[in-house]
Nanobody, 122 residues
Framework: VQLQASGGGAVQAGGSLRLSCVGSGFSLNYHAIGWFRQAPGKEREEILCAAKYTGDSYYADSVKGRFTSSRDYAKNTVYLQMNNLKPEDTAVYYC????????????????WGQGTQVTVSS
């Protein structure tokens, strides 16, 4: 099982980026994917859990209305579309696999990808 996050970069405030999380060794049909971020000196923050069914997804208040997630089952990939980026969104972003296809279970996250850096300048 592997997850590969990519798509980070440097943008100005108000800009957009799309991150990708490609899964291998498992099927997205059976797993929700979470997105986390960690800024320097801060704890890791779960910002979004993308469930198989949209209604089960979770968005942190800090990104609600600006970030969305989508899935491409053919590519076994989950995307994180980040719009109206703010300097406080600067962090290393990670994706992780959840043990179930929905976000409200107790299984937690069982596989992690490497991070991708997002830097937002004012």
């Amino acid at each position: 099982v592997q997850l590969q996050a990519s798509g980070g970069g440097a943008v100005q405030a108000g800009g957009s980026l799309r991150l990708s999380c490609v899964g291998s060794g498992f099927s997205l049909n059976y797993h929700a994917i979470g997105w986390f971020r960690q800024a320097p000196g801060k704890e890791r923050e779960e910002i979004l859990c993308a469930a198989k069914y949209t209604g089960d997804s979770y968005y942190a208040d800090s990104v609600k209305g600006r970030f969305t997630s989508s899935r491409d089952y053919a590519k076994n990939t989950v995307y994180l579309q980040m719009n109206n980026l703010k300097p406080e969104d600067t962090a290393v972003y990670y994706c992780a696999r959840r043990g179930a296809y929905y976000c409200s279970d107790s299984s937690g996250y069982d596989a992690w990808g490497q991070g991708t850096q997002v830097t937002v300048s004012s």
